[in-house]
């Protein structure tokens, strides 16, 4: 069994910074990709950034030269670096992971979410 336990939301000012956190644990072979989601109220969830193995990383336009992806691979661990924050970026913000468990089989897993939220 694999679990994702996410930290490091809260309530944060215009132009504020947050480091959001993701450690995966349990039977872990490898991990392929690391990702962070956001759902706003009302909106759909959609893709942030991602974190390939061989450290390629993506973003999505929106968030680009304002947020950081970063994964420690020895402690499973993935982050968010959330720069120059706006009100538009308040949302439940969700760690994905595409990984190997130990006995071979592919997950696709999610962590609970955080709650980033942008305010004055």
């Known amino acids: 069994q694999v679990q994702l336990v996410e930290s490091g939301g809260g309530l944060v000012q215009p132009g504020g910074s947050l480091r959001l956190s993701c450690a995966a644990s349990?039977?872990?072979?490898?991990?392929?990709?690391m990702s962070w989601h956001c759902q706003a109220p009302g909106k759909e969830r959609e893709l942030v950034a991602t974190?390939?193995?061989?450290?390629?990383?993506k973003y999505a336009a929106s968030v680009k030269d304002r947020f950081t992806i970063s994964s420690d691979n020895a402690k499973n661990t993935v982050y968010l670096q959330m720069n120059s924050l706006k009100p538009e970026d308040t949302a439940v913000y969700y760690c994905?992971?595409?990984?190997?468990?130990?006995?071979?089989?592919?997950?696709?897993?999610w962590g609970q979410g955080t709650l980033v939220t942008v305010s004055s």
């Open positions: 349990g039977s872990i072979f490898s991990i392929e990709r």
């Open positions: 974190i390939f193995k061989g450290d390629i990383k």
């Open positions: 994905n992971m595409e990984l190997y468990t130990d006995r071979g089989n592919a997950l696709d897993a």
